[in-house]
């Protein structure tokens, strides 16, 4: 099966095999919420495995050796088997083989689960240790909405409002990889008014978050309420010089500082899996209404 809706209370979701990516949310008033993959940027909700974001160099170092690594990984464009499928839940699941291997000489499972409930999807990332060693990995959502979700509405009108006060310094990006400055916050108390100019340095990067949920709207038409455990950093992003969408990213991960090329095992953000032990992490996308 190449793709799989599900249908809870009026609203549907659909699943792609490749990659495991959600492609498409429509509320129950059938309005599409995802970003549908236009020129600017050709994914939807790709899933960010075994890293997040990019290696220096391109490179994965592991026990003195190196291996080609591009940016936030290969699930997201890879062949997932289909392990659940129901009406309203299913579950994709990738394994390492002998083509993961020469990128990623590791072990592993990951499953992905989806569940829709009325007014909400509920997504769950499950990564176990199927080898003899200690593995090391990072994992992160991207979904992308449509920005602006109402075609009338402005970009401007909209707003991220954060469950707590926000006041940490945030992370940014050259050329892909982590500054090793922090920046002060464009976030004002829990909001983060948004504009096209707030990604014109890359993404936005929250690496020690208050919240664990965050509210897009526009104070009318559809809002989207994005809730995450496990996950130890959100990144926020649209593509630098204006595009149709915005990324609520929760992540366990993140790019390289961008003076390390050490061992992955060593890199900030990634987990340590024992063998035989796995994680578990989960995000829910919560759609509402505003008047």
């Known amino acids: ?105 590791f072990a592993f499972r990951l499953a992905i689960g989806y569940e829709l409930k009325p007014r909400q999807l509920g997504v769950t990332f499950e990564i176990a240790n199927t080898g003899d060693g200690t593995l090391p990995a990072s994992i992160g959502a991207h979904p992308a909405f449509n920005w602006p979700l109402l075609p009338e509405l402005p970009k401007e009108a909209y707003r991220l409002t954060f469950a707590e006060d926000e006041p940490a310094p945030v992370r940014r990006l050259k050329d892909g990889l982590l500054l090793p400055a922090p920046q002060p916050t464009p976030i004002e108390g829990k909001t983060l008014s948004l504009s096209e100019r707030l990604f014109d340095d890359d993404a936005v990067i929250l690496d020690r978050p208050a919240s664990t949920s965050v509210r897009y709207a526009a104070g009318r038409g559809p809002a989207i309420e994005m809730s995450w455990q496990g996950f130890d950093e959100l990144g926020i992003w649209s593509k630098p010089g204006g595009a149709p969408f915005l990324c609520i990213e929760p992540w366990h991960g993140i790019a390289s500082p961008i003076d390390f090329d050490g061992e992955l095992a060593d890199k900030p953000g990634v987990m340590l899996i024992e063998p035989g032990a796995r994680r578990v992490l989960s995000y829910r996308i919560g759609l509402n209404r505003d008047p």
Do not use: N
Not at 36 to 57: C, D, E, T
Not at 69 to 90: K, L, S, V
Not at 91 to 99: I, K, N, Y
């Open 1 to 105: 099966m190449e793709q799989l809706t599900l249908h809870a209370d009026g609203i549907s979701a659909t699943i792609v095999g490749q990659g495991a990516e959600l492609v498409s949310l429509r509320d129950a008033d059938g309005t599409e919420l995802l970003w549908q993959a236009g020129p600017a940027w050709r994914r939807h909700s790709p899933v960010l495995f075994p890293i997040v974001g990019r290696l220096k160099g391109d490179q994965l170092r592991h026990r003195s050796q190196t291996y080609p690594m591009t940016q936030h990984g290969f699930a997201r464009d890879r062949g997932f088997a289909w392990a659940e499928q129901g009406p309203t839940a299913c579950t994709l699941v990738l394994t390492d083989d002998a083509e993961t291997r020469k990128h990623y000489p």
